[in-house]
Every structure is written in C-alpha cells, then in structure tokens.
C-alpha cells in the first residue's frame, strides 16, 4: 500500500473496471492470522452500467499467490454489498479450487466475514466524517442497504440500521435514525413514517399536516422496498416505527375525544349516509387530526396503502389470476371543514346532492393517497356540476 498513490489506484480501477469515472472509495488492506489475504476493494462513485439487470454480475476477482483463479467470486461478498468491486490474493486457497468447492470453503467464509466488516467500518467512517459524500453514496446505493435488511428478515440490522437515511418532514434533509430520535419532543414515543413519490408530495399530505400540528415530523419513505424495512425493524431504539396512515394514531387530548365523540353522535346519520353511499369503505368517521383538509382515507387492517400498491404491481407482473391484497379504507371527515357544514345543509335539503359530494370527497381522497377514481369521467361531471 505505501508503494502506489491514489492516483494509480484509481487509474488501476478505470482501467481494470472499465469505469470512466474515479471511485468514491478506495479500501486497501492486508489481513493475517486465521487466514492471510490482501485485499484492494473500491466503491464506485456512480451506479454500474446494468446494475440493476439480471445481466449484472457481481463479485470480486479471486487470485491465489497472485494467481488469478476466478472472476466475480459472489462468495466474497454479502449481496447487499455488491456495488462493491475489487480484488482478493489469498495465499491460503488452492490453485485448482472450483467454484462448487468455495461455496463450502471456510477460509473463504473467514474472508468474506473480514471484507464485509472493512467495507461497512469504512461506510460509517465516511457518514461520521464526510457527510456529504456519504449522501452521495446513499443516493446511489441506499437501496442496497435496504434490501440488505429486509432480505435477511432482521439479521443484519445491527450492521446496517445505523447507516440507513431518510427523507423528513422537516425540510425534506436526510438524516439518520439516530439523528430523527435525538430531534423528537419529549411526548412522542413513535417513528411515524408516511410514503409517498418525493417529499413535495409528501409535505402536502393531510396526515402530515396533522403530525406538524402537534408539534411531530415523520420519514418519507419513497422506494417500494422502504415499508418492509420498517415493518422488518419494527422499532429503533424502543420507539416503534408507525405508519401515519394507520387507523388510529391517538394524537388527541382526553378533551378533543370528548368533544369528537359528542359530534360523532350528534352526526350519526349523516356518517351512516355516507358511508351507505360509499361501498367500497368499511367506515366513515369524523377525524380531529385533520388539520385543514376536508376529508383523508386511513388503513384500518393492518395492511397499508403504499403495501396494497406493491403487492398490486408484483400481482400484475406475475398475472397470477389472483385478486390483490387490498387495504381496510376508512375515510375520515374534517366536522371544522366549510365542506361538511355544506354537506349537512345539503344532506337535509338534497340527499341526491349530499351523495354527490360525498363521492367527489372519496374520489378526491383516492387521489391524495395515489390511487386512481374509479370513474374519472363520471367524477370530472360530477366536479363540473358542483362547481355550477
């Protein structure tokens, strides 16, 4: 190592890796003991040609007393690191080892254990001491982290929780967990998280207004493969992680319940006739978390939205026959909101018009959640003459 400069070492990478660019990270070290190796390994600073195609081979190139005997050796890495290229000249494994036997080869294990620590003491090392190009690493390969977790249903989340960063509600800045739990008031005991395409669409969701209200953020959570990590984590550091969009976050006061349910049951009618004009809801219900938008659906079984969305574009792909696993709707109602006083007035004079309203309310509240009308023609009209 102390005969070669850097810039030899990123010459040596583009040139041997056909990359243009120099890597972000050069790890270059020998180990001895159980098993004596050198090991020059790079992270690349841009994400592979192809690297997310079935084409895409990963792994280190294998040498045995600077013996080349393999390349991309997959047993030399975990998968959740195989952005990670370079080399590996071991003076402990045969020459005419075969790739059924390295499956099975401890030493190789031994290896494989020491590269994986290295590369993720380094991976901290830079989020503690060079921010910003951590979050360029981050961005270009976080979701391999991700997976890293929720592949191993749990099993590394000791060495990867901490170097897991998400989007917030608070500007929208990645940060750690570490660094989300440190800024939370003293009265929150949960991670909530919201999902969402980007944290502009995020920051317009009603729930999120309603957490901001009471003084709370949330993580946004923007890959399809983000809510299964948290439901593989499940808490942090004894702060459970809660999916904003669930049914019943218990935000209000004794008070607010109080005057909620007063409301509730001076409104029973008018709910039942919602949601009898609303089949596709398993309940309507006047809401206090809302801030100032009229109405927002909620998942009540357990399965949430962004889940629903998931298990959706996989049953598409599969196009198995089988019907979609769909989330429990439950819309909630704003009792503050001008719409809801129309809606009473309008209920009592115009049923026919009162239902109406109540459609183009769901409809509206589908789309704030992502998902598409059912009729956007009729719901377009609908919008049209209301507006008349």
């Not at 031994?110 to 993720?120: S, W």
């Not at 060495?159 to 897991?164: A, F, V």
């Not at 984590?233 to 702060?239: E, I, P, S, T, V």
Request: hydrophobic content about 40%; glycine content about 4%.
């Amino acid at each position: 190592k102390a005969e070669v400069t850097e810039e030899e070492l990123s010459t040596f990478y583009k040139q041997h890796f056909f990359d243009f660019t120099d890597p972000m990270k050069t790890i270059f070290f020998n180990v001895e003991g159980n098993v004596d190796f050198t090991a020059l390994l790079y992270v690349p600073s841009r994400v592979p040609d192809g690297f997310y195609s079935q084409d895409y081979k990963p792994g280190l190139q294998l040498y045995s007393r600077g013996v080349f005997i393999m390349d991309h050796c997959e047993e030399l890495l975990p998968p959740y690191l195989r952005f990670v290229k370079g080399l590996v000249d071991s003076q402990d494994l045969s020459l005419n080892i075969s790739r059924e036997m390295l499956q099975h080869d401890h030493q190789l294990r031994l290896i494989k254990n020491r590269i994986e620590r290295k590369v993720l003491n380094e991976l901290g090392a830079m989020l503690a001491k060079d921010r910003e190009q951590y979050e360029k690493f981050w961005k270009n390969f976080g979701l391999d982290i991700k997976f890293g977790i929720y592949s191993s249903f749990g099993a590394d989340r000791d060495k990867l929780e901490n170097l897991l960063l998400f989007y917030t509600t608070d500007g929208g800045k990645l940060v750690t967990l570490q660094e989300f739990v440190s800024a939370m008031p003293e009265d929150q005991k949960d991670i909530y998280y919201v999902s969402a395409k980007d944290t502009e669409a995020a920051a317009k969701l009603p729930v999120v207004k309603s957490l901001q209200k009471k003084g709370y953020q949330a993580l946004i959570l923007t890959a399809e493969v983000d809510e299964f990590v948290m439901q593989t984590l499940g808490q942090y550091k004894d702060h459970p992680f809660t999916n904003a969009s669930s049914a019943d976050l218990d935000l209000q006061s004794e008070e607010e319940k109080e005057q909620l349910e007063k409301t509730s049951e001076e409104n029973k009618d008018l709910l039942s006739f919602m949601k009898e004009a609303l089949p596709e809801v398993s309940e309507v219900r006047l809401s206090a978390r809302l801030a100032d938008d009229p109405v927002m659906l909620v998942a009540g079984n357990g399965l949430s939205f962004e889940m629903e969305k998931v298990y959706a574009a996989m049953a598409a792909q599969q196009d198995s026959g089988m019907p979609p696993l769909k989330a429990d709707r439950i819309l909630e109602v704003n009792p503050d909101s001008k719409i809801f006083a129309l809606l009473k007035n309008t209920w009592q004079s115009d049923p026919e018009k009162a239902k109406a309203i109540t459609e183009v309310l769901y409809d509206q509240a589908l789309l704030i959640e992502g998902f598409p009308v059912k009729d956007p023609i009729d719901y377009a009209r609908k919008v049209t003459e209301l507006i008349a």
